[in-house]
Protein backbone atom coordinates (compact mmCIF):
# COMPACT_ATOMS: atom_id res chain seq x y z
CA UNK A 1 0.00 0.00 0.00
CA UNK A 2 1.53 3.89 -1.21
CA UNK A 3 2.09 5.97 1.35
CA UNK A 4 1.94 9.51 1.49
CA UNK A 5 6.02 11.07 2.18
CA UNK A 6 7.48 14.05 2.30
CA UNK A 7 10.46 14.95 -0.62
CA UNK A 8 13.33 17.74 0.74
CA UNK A 9 14.16 20.48 -1.34
CA UNK A 10 17.63 19.50 -1.18
CA UNK A 11 17.15 16.28 -2.54
CA UNK A 12 17.47 17.61 -5.99
CA UNK A 13 20.68 18.78 -5.45
CA UNK A 14 22.07 15.18 -4.54
CA UNK A 15 25.28 15.18 -6.56
CA UNK A 16 25.70 11.44 -5.52
CA UNK A 17 22.62 9.97 -6.73
CA UNK A 18 22.50 12.06 -10.09
CA UNK A 19 26.27 11.12 -10.68
CA UNK A 20 24.38 7.16 -9.98
CA UNK A 21 22.05 8.14 -12.71
CA UNK A 22 23.34 9.60 -14.90
CA UNK A 23 25.91 6.63 -15.17
CA UNK A 24 23.78 3.70 -15.21
CA UNK A 25 21.48 5.56 -17.49
CA UNK A 26 18.29 4.53 -14.73
CA UNK A 27 15.54 6.43 -13.56
CA UNK A 28 17.75 6.32 -9.88
CA UNK A 29 15.61 9.73 -8.76
CA UNK A 30 12.56 9.07 -9.33
CA UNK A 31 12.88 5.08 -8.55
CA UNK A 32 14.09 5.99 -4.98
CA UNK A 33 11.19 8.93 -4.63
CA UNK A 34 8.81 5.75 -5.57
CA UNK A 35 10.31 3.64 -2.45
CA UNK A 36 9.53 5.62 -0.11
CA UNK A 37 5.80 5.57 -0.09
CA UNK A 38 6.19 1.68 -0.94
CA UNK A 39 8.56 1.54 2.54
CA UNK A 40 6.84 0.82 5.82
CA UNK A 41 6.95 2.85 9.07
CA UNK A 42 10.80 1.79 9.74
CA UNK A 43 11.84 2.61 5.98
CA UNK A 44 11.50 -1.20 5.28
CA UNK A 45 9.83 -3.23 2.02
CA UNK A 46 10.04 -6.38 0.69
CA UNK A 47 12.01 -7.16 -1.81
CA UNK A 48 9.68 -7.86 -4.50
CA UNK A 49 10.63 -5.66 -7.98
CA UNK A 50 7.82 -6.74 -10.10
CA UNK A 51 5.71 -5.75 -7.34
CA UNK A 52 7.34 -2.48 -6.23
CA UNK A 53 7.78 -1.02 -9.82
CA UNK A 54 4.17 -1.16 -9.88
CA UNK A 55 4.40 1.01 -7.15
CA UNK A 56 6.94 3.27 -8.14
CA UNK A 57 7.29 3.01 -12.40
CA UNK A 58 4.49 1.00 -13.68
CA UNK A 59 4.13 2.55 -17.09
CA UNK A 60 7.74 2.18 -17.69
CA UNK A 61 9.28 -0.80 -19.84
CA UNK A 62 12.23 -1.22 -17.12
CA UNK A 63 13.97 -3.70 -15.28
CA UNK A 64 13.33 -2.65 -11.74
CA UNK A 65 15.75 -5.30 -10.33
CA UNK A 66 18.19 -3.79 -11.97
CA UNK A 67 17.21 0.02 -10.34
CA UNK A 68 17.22 -1.74 -6.85
CA UNK A 69 20.91 -3.54 -6.91
CA UNK A 70 22.23 0.16 -8.33
CA UNK A 71 20.77 2.24 -5.50
CA UNK A 72 21.97 -0.55 -3.10
CA UNK A 73 25.19 -0.53 -4.45
CA UNK A 74 25.31 2.80 -4.15
CA UNK A 75 24.17 2.64 -0.39
CA UNK A 76 20.99 4.40 -0.66
CA UNK A 77 19.23 1.21 0.56
CA UNK A 78 20.13 -2.14 1.83
CA UNK A 79 19.22 -5.42 0.83
CA UNK A 80 18.68 -8.44 3.67
CA UNK A 81 17.23 -11.69 3.98
CA UNK A 82 15.47 -13.68 6.81
CA UNK A 83 14.05 -16.72 6.65
CA UNK A 84 14.16 -17.03 3.74
CA UNK A 85 12.77 -13.47 2.44
CA UNK A 86 14.23 -11.07 0.92
CA UNK A 87 13.91 -7.10 2.51
CA UNK A 88 14.70 -3.74 1.99
CA UNK A 89 15.56 -0.77 3.86
CA UNK A 90 16.60 2.74 3.57
CA UNK A 91 19.09 3.83 6.18
CA UNK A 92 18.55 7.41 6.11
CA UNK A 93 15.06 7.03 6.63
CA UNK A 94 14.84 9.17 10.15
CA UNK A 95 16.35 11.55 8.98
CA UNK A 96 14.53 12.82 6.04
CA UNK A 97 11.05 10.75 6.46
CA UNK A 98 8.77 12.42 9.80
CA UNK A 99 6.28 9.57 9.85
CA UNK A 100 2.60 10.32 10.99
CA UNK A 101 2.26 8.58 14.65
CA UNK A 102 -1.00 6.77 13.58
CA UNK A 103 0.69 5.31 11.03
CA UNK A 104 0.91 1.42 11.55
CA UNK A 105 4.29 0.17 13.37
CA UNK A 106 6.12 -2.11 11.07
CA UNK A 107 5.62 -5.73 10.90
CA UNK A 108 8.53 -6.68 8.23
CA UNK A 109 11.53 -7.73 10.73
CA UNK A 110 15.12 -5.46 10.92
CA UNK A 111 17.78 -6.04 9.55
CA UNK A 112 20.99 -7.29 11.01
CA UNK A 113 24.30 -7.36 10.37
CA UNK A 114 24.50 -11.12 9.41
CA UNK A 115 21.12 -10.66 7.50
CA UNK A 116 22.74 -7.93 4.91
CA UNK A 117 23.14 -9.16 1.25
CA UNK A 118 26.31 -6.78 -0.30
CA UNK A 119 25.52 -5.60 -3.68
CA UNK A 120 27.75 -6.58 -6.41
CA UNK A 121 29.47 -3.79 -8.29
CA UNK A 122 27.79 -2.09 -11.25
CA UNK A 123 29.57 -2.06 -14.38
CA UNK A 124 31.04 1.04 -15.49
CA UNK A 125 29.97 2.89 -11.96
CA UNK A 126 32.71 5.74 -11.37
CA UNK A 127 35.22 5.58 -8.10
CA UNK A 128 34.10 8.76 -6.95
CA UNK A 129 30.24 8.19 -7.07
CA UNK A 130 31.10 4.84 -4.88
CA UNK A 131 29.30 4.91 -1.27
CA UNK A 132 27.79 8.27 -1.78
CA UNK A 133 25.19 7.04 0.21
CA UNK A 134 27.54 6.32 3.26
CA UNK A 135 29.44 9.40 3.03
CA UNK A 136 25.87 11.90 3.22
CA UNK A 137 25.04 9.40 5.69
CA UNK A 138 27.72 10.64 7.49
CA UNK A 139 27.32 14.18 7.15
CA UNK A 140 23.64 14.11 7.97
CA UNK A 141 24.84 12.43 11.14
CA UNK A 142 27.86 14.97 12.40
CA UNK A 143 24.98 17.63 11.41
CA UNK A 144 22.89 16.32 13.71
CA UNK A 145 25.44 15.82 16.34
CA UNK A 146 26.32 19.45 16.13
CA UNK A 147 22.29 20.82 16.50
CA UNK A 148 21.74 18.53 19.18
CA UNK A 149 24.18 17.14 21.09
CA UNK A 150 25.41 17.28 23.98
CA UNK A 151 22.76 20.65 24.81
CA UNK A 152 19.70 18.62 24.12
CA UNK A 153 20.61 15.00 25.59
CA UNK A 154 22.11 16.24 29.18
CA UNK A 155 25.13 13.50 28.19
CA UNK A 156 28.87 14.35 28.95
CA UNK A 157 31.93 13.00 27.40
CA UNK A 158 32.46 10.87 30.19
CA UNK A 159 28.95 8.96 29.20
CA UNK A 160 30.65 8.64 25.32
CA UNK A 161 34.04 7.27 26.99
CA UNK A 162 32.12 4.62 28.97
CA UNK A 163 29.53 4.03 25.71
CA UNK A 164 33.17 3.32 23.89
CA UNK A 165 34.67 1.52 26.71
CA UNK A 166 31.85 -0.78 26.98
CA UNK A 167 31.83 -1.70 23.26
CA UNK A 168 35.36 -2.65 23.28
CA UNK A 169 34.79 -4.80 26.40
CA UNK A 170 31.81 -6.60 24.96
CA UNK A 171 30.18 -5.80 28.60
CA UNK A 172 26.37 -7.27 29.76
CA UNK A 173 24.11 -4.59 28.24
CA UNK A 174 21.03 -3.03 29.13
CA UNK A 175 19.99 -2.34 25.77
CA UNK A 176 21.17 -4.32 22.42
CA UNK A 177 20.25 -3.39 18.54
CA UNK A 178 22.86 -3.54 15.88
CA UNK A 179 25.65 -1.28 17.46
CA UNK A 180 23.42 0.32 19.74
CA UNK A 181 24.90 -1.49 22.96
CA UNK A 182 24.12 0.71 26.07
CA UNK A 183 24.91 0.01 29.53
CA UNK A 184 21.73 0.77 31.82
CA UNK A 185 22.99 4.29 33.03
CA UNK A 186 23.10 5.60 29.30
CA UNK A 187 20.13 3.92 28.68
CA UNK A 188 18.30 5.76 31.91
CA UNK A 189 19.72 8.99 30.74
CA UNK A 190 18.60 8.71 27.29
CA UNK A 191 14.69 7.44 28.81
CA UNK A 192 15.11 10.75 31.12
CA UNK A 193 16.32 13.02 28.23
CA UNK A 194 14.21 12.16 25.98
CA UNK A 195 10.66 11.68 28.02
CA UNK A 196 8.26 12.12 24.88
CA UNK A 197 9.74 8.79 23.42
CA UNK A 198 9.82 5.04 23.89
CA UNK A 199 13.16 5.23 23.58
CA UNK A 200 14.19 1.28 23.08
CA UNK A 201 11.79 1.20 20.14
CA UNK A 202 13.19 4.57 18.72
CA UNK A 203 16.61 2.99 19.11
CA UNK A 204 15.46 -0.18 17.47
CA UNK A 205 14.06 1.47 14.42
CA UNK A 206 17.59 3.83 14.11
CA UNK A 207 19.46 0.18 14.28
CA UNK A 208 20.37 0.21 10.67
CA UNK A 209 21.37 3.59 10.24
CA UNK A 210 23.73 4.05 13.47
CA UNK A 211 25.98 1.07 11.73
CA UNK A 212 26.31 3.29 9.22
CA UNK A 213 28.02 6.41 11.33
CA UNK A 214 31.46 6.64 12.49
CA UNK A 215 30.36 7.97 15.77
CA UNK A 216 26.83 6.03 16.31
CA UNK A 217 26.82 7.50 19.90
CA UNK A 218 26.40 11.21 19.69
CA UNK A 219 24.46 10.38 16.14
CA UNK A 220 21.93 8.22 17.58
CA UNK A 221 21.39 10.79 20.53
CA UNK A 222 21.24 13.96 17.77
CA UNK A 223 18.47 11.67 16.52
CA UNK A 224 16.39 10.99 19.08
CA UNK A 225 16.85 14.64 20.39
CA UNK A 226 15.03 15.88 17.35
CA UNK A 227 12.45 13.36 17.34
CA UNK A 228 11.92 14.24 20.86
CA UNK A 229 11.10 17.94 19.87
CA UNK A 230 8.95 16.71 17.15
CA UNK A 231 6.91 14.61 19.69
CA UNK A 232 7.05 17.91 22.38
CA UNK A 233 5.49 20.04 20.15
CA UNK A 234 2.81 17.80 19.40
CA UNK A 235 1.97 17.55 22.92
CA UNK A 236 2.38 20.97 23.50
CA UNK A 237 0.02 21.59 20.55
CA UNK A 238 -2.61 18.97 21.55
CA UNK A 239 -2.86 20.57 25.34
CA UNK A 240 -3.33 24.23 23.82
CA UNK A 241 -6.03 23.19 21.65
CA UNK A 242 -7.80 21.13 24.65
CA UNK A 243 -7.31 24.55 26.45
CA UNK A 244 -9.24 26.55 23.87
CA UNK A 245 -11.63 24.20 23.90
CA UNK A 246 -12.60 24.71 27.04
CA UNK A 247 -11.54 21.16 28.62
CA UNK A 248 -8.72 22.84 30.66
CA UNK A 249 -9.49 20.58 33.49
CA UNK A 250 -9.33 17.37 31.63
CA UNK A 251 -5.82 15.67 31.98
Given at each position: ?????????????????????????????????????????????????????????????????????????????????????????????????????????????????????????????????????EREREREG???????????????????????????????????????????????????????????????????????????????????????????????QARSEVGRLGFGGIT
Open positions: MARIRSVKPEFFRHEGLYEAEHTSGLPLRLSFIGLWTAADHEGRFKWRPRQLKLDCLPYDDIDFEQILNVLAEHGFIVKYEINGELYGHIPTWHQHQHINHREMRSILPAPTEESMVHARACPGTPGHARGEGEKERKNNFPADAGLTTADLGEASKGWASKQEYAFEAGVIRLNQKNLDAWKKAYSYLDVPAELTGLATWAGSQARWFPAVSGALAKRNREQKLKSD
